[in-house]
């Protein structure tokens, strides 16, 4: 036991930094986040590591095991931010009135980047009646291929502070690219 804390000390220390964090939150208890993670890398070869963690959020609370990961959705969510999310349409049902995400009118403004209307998925906040785009489908897109997220939509959503916008801006632009 002491000698595998050990090794995975030691594997983190090798570990390069990550230049994105990807939480996959949702319906999705049998994603795999290593696939995930390599998957993305393709689209960005020259990039070293995007540090992908699987977040499983039941659908329904049938037991207390459900509502133990219910809970430990929400401390996870309140405690880390990563730059991109994704989710399944629930959740981002859930969260973007929410505010829990960035906006994208105000994401391309900034960084240029195009968005296909067809993909754009809208929330009415409290603050602003206004429909407004917080995520994007890329239901389908090769990057899920053998990760199994058991038939749910798939929707990416920007919780990027803005010094990480320019970097979120490339794996978007290539997850576009590729989502049918």
Do not use: C
Request: glycine share 4%; hydrophobic share 40%; proline share 6%.
């Amino acid at each position: 036991m002491i000698k595998d804390g050990i090794d995975k000390r030691r594997e983190a220390a090798n570990t390069p930094p990550a230049n994105l964090t990807v939480s996959v939150f949702g319906n999705f208890y049998f994603a795999d986040e290593d696939l995930l993670q390599q998957n993305m890398l393709k689209l960005v070869p020259e990039w070293k590591r995007i540090k992908t963690t699987v977040v499983f959020v039941p659908p329904e609370l049938k037991s207390p095991q459900d509502m133990a990961m219910q809970q430990k959705s929400v401390l996870l969510l309140a405690t880390e931010i990563d730059e991109l999310y994704i989710l399944d349409e629930k959740n981002f049902n859930n969260l973007a009135p929410q505010e829990a995400f960035v906006k994208l009118e105000d994401f391309a403004a900034k960084t240029g980047l195009r968005i296909p209307e067809d993909k754009l998925r809208k929330a009415r906040t409290e603050e602003d009646p206004e429909e407004r785009a917080y995520g994007i489908d890329i239901t389908g897109n090769p990057i899920f291929k053998d990760v199994e997220l058991s038939g749910e939509r798939q929707i990416i959503a920007i919780r990027a502070k803005e010094d990480k916008w320019a970097d979120t801006k490339v794996l978007l632009e290539k997850i576009l690219q590729t989502t049918p």
